[in-house]
């Protein structure tokens, strides 16, 4: 039986519903039954017009992404009204490109789907590898964007969401999506083997609920002797400029919640990205700076500090910028620069400005001015602060990417260190969803995460993705976290075998393809 549409405002508006009704399975939403509607949407290209069946079906598949990220994205509007004045003609502008672009990848994947031609039950396997290969070059082009990745609607620390940690966000959103497409196989009811299929879709379901409750059931205790981790939350949101006053007051927040009594001494204090605004480490890390000695007088001796600000390098003449996490140790010298990590993957029109000369003249700004935008540092691999365990940095947005936190060869941390700057986002539902996206790194890799930011949310993540009562700061709430480091796990599979399965589902999904246009079943 195939679905039968009548009209074009009919299939624009089911398109546009399909699409919302997936963004509404995310958090802070969680209508988990959205996650059928992309069975719906491979049920929609199915049936798109047979005279144009490519372009009909690329139209479907936009319109469905359209609606899908003007929901999951529309946050940043936000960023724009900081600087209101100068910026804020821009929001609507980038919040409609940034749908509209983002779509484009599911309307090529509804493209490819149809010109598969899949036939049968093996097309619902068909149209889960060929939207999870658009949603991996989603992930990959140019630095990449995969906010929202169809795996990632189940909670992170959810019993579903543990499946990361075997084949990872991608592995997970081919199983999520091939799941949904089979159940939407129930409506050729008639047909028993559709039936079939669509049983096998809920069994998939049932068997991520039941293997991650086991997983769950045998988490690890965090040891008494763990290290105790302080993490600073200043509720300090962004502005478009900052007077010295403003400067001293931000400072002085930091310290006074630095320097708060614990029953315990932390081991290290973590402070958000671009904590201490307008001004480098090089700067107020500087011996002889007033800043030092205010920061040097809220920690105790041996104890380190993690801070996420920006560094000048390169020479007078040719200075470069990185976006860094400058760790420090307080010792007999006063604080001194222990580590440095420098962020690895960029944010487009953010931290540096695509086609820069372009842009420019079509009078698009980068929303933050250091410079002539931030260089990338090296590719992640973890670093070794003294006194503390090995620990893999992830700056702002680089928690989105599944795989970026395995480190580099050979080497592993014993935790994940996530500093971000989610101020820019406001009281949207952005931080929100941020958070949830983060805590997948840490169960693919099995480590937990410390997440620190200056609005919120910050928290301390274990490395099944789950919160504890009390260890978070919610948007809005000044105040720390003080934890103990929860255990790291074995390595996964996935942090050994990284992307293997993912692309192994992507090769079933081809050989589907192949077989079901020659034997359809």
């Known amino acids: ?133 658009l949603e991996w070059v989603r992930g990959h082009l140019f630095t990449g964007f995969p906010w929202d990745l169809p795996g990632e609607a189940w909670r992170a620390g959810s019993a579903p969401s543990q499946a990361a940690s075997v084949f990872g966000a991608y592995g997970l959103s081919f199983i999520t999506l091939g799941a949904s497409a089979a159940l939407a196989l129930a409506a050729d009811y008639r047909d028993r083997r559709a039936r079939i299929a669509a049983g096998a879709g809920l069994a998939v379901v049932l068997l991520l609920y039941a293997g991650g409750g086991l997983r769950l059931a045998h988490a690890a205790p965090v040891a008494a002797n763990a290290p105790i981790v302080r993490i600073v939350q200043p509720d300090e949101h ?127 700004k980068k929303l933050v001015h250091v410079g002539d935008g931030f260089s990338p540092g090296p590719r992640p691999a973890p670093i070794h602060p003294a006194g503390l365990p090995a620990v893999q940095p992830l700056i702002c947005y680089e928690a989105l990417f599944p795989g970026l936190a395995r480190g580099g060869a050979g080497e592993r941390a014993a935790w994940l260190v996530n500093v971000s700057d989610d101020a820019w986002f406001g009281r949207t539902y952005g931080p929100l969803q941020h958070l949830n996206l983060a805590s997948y790194r840490a169960i693919e890799t099995g480590l937990p995460m410390a997440r620190a930011t200056p609005t919120g949310v910050s928290a301390m993540i274990d490395a099944y993705g789950r919160i504890a009562p009390g260890a978070s700061l919610t948007q809005g709430a000044m105040g720390v976290i003080d934890r103990p480091l929860p255990p790291a796990l074995a390595p996964t599979l996935f942090a050994r075998f990284g992307e293997t399965f993912f692309y192994g589902f992507i090769g079933l999904a081809v050989a589907a393809g192949a077989i079901s246009r020659r034997a359809p079943f």
């Open 1 to 133: 039986m195939k679905l039968s549409l009548t009209g074009r405002w009919p299939t624009i508006v089911l398109c546009l519903i399909a699409g919302a009704a997936a963004a509404l399975a995310f958090p802070p939403f969680g209508f988990v039954p959205g996650l059928l509607a992309y069975g719906g949407m491979m049920r929609l290209w199915d049936a798109s017009d047979s005279g144009r069946p490519l372009r009909s079906a690329f139209w479907r598949g936009w319109l469905s992404g359209a609606a899908f990220f003007l929901i999951s994205t529309w946050w940043v509007y936000e960023a724009f009204q900081v600087d209101a004045a100068n910026q804020g003609w821009m929001a609507p502008f980038a919040v409609a490109l940034l749908a509209a672009g983002l779509g484009l990848f599911w309307g090529l994947a509804a493209l490819a789907y149809r010109a598969a031609a899949p036939r049968g039950l093996l097309r619902a396997v068909v149209f889960a590898g060929v939207f999870c290969a």
């Open 238 to 364: 962004e502005q478009p400029s900052y007077s010295a006053d403003d400067f001293r007051a931000i400072v002085a927040r930091y310290v006074a919640l630095t320097g708060r009594p614990a029953p315990r001494t932390p081991a290290v204090v973590i402070w958000p990205e671009g904590a201490i605004p307008d001004s480098p480490a090089n700067a107020f890390l500087a011996p002889g700076s007033w800043t030092l000695p205010a920061i040097e007088s809220a920690l105790t001796p041996g104890e380190s500090l993690m801070v996420g600000a920006y560094r000048v390098a390169g020479t007078e003449a040719a200075p470069l910028y990185y976006n860094t996490l400058v760790v420090a140790r307080d010792g007999p010298g006063g604080l001194v620069p222990d580590a440095i990590y420098d962020k690895y993957r960029l944010v487009p029109f953010g931290e540096y400005m695509p086609a820069d000369s372009i842009m420019g003249r079509l009078g698009f």
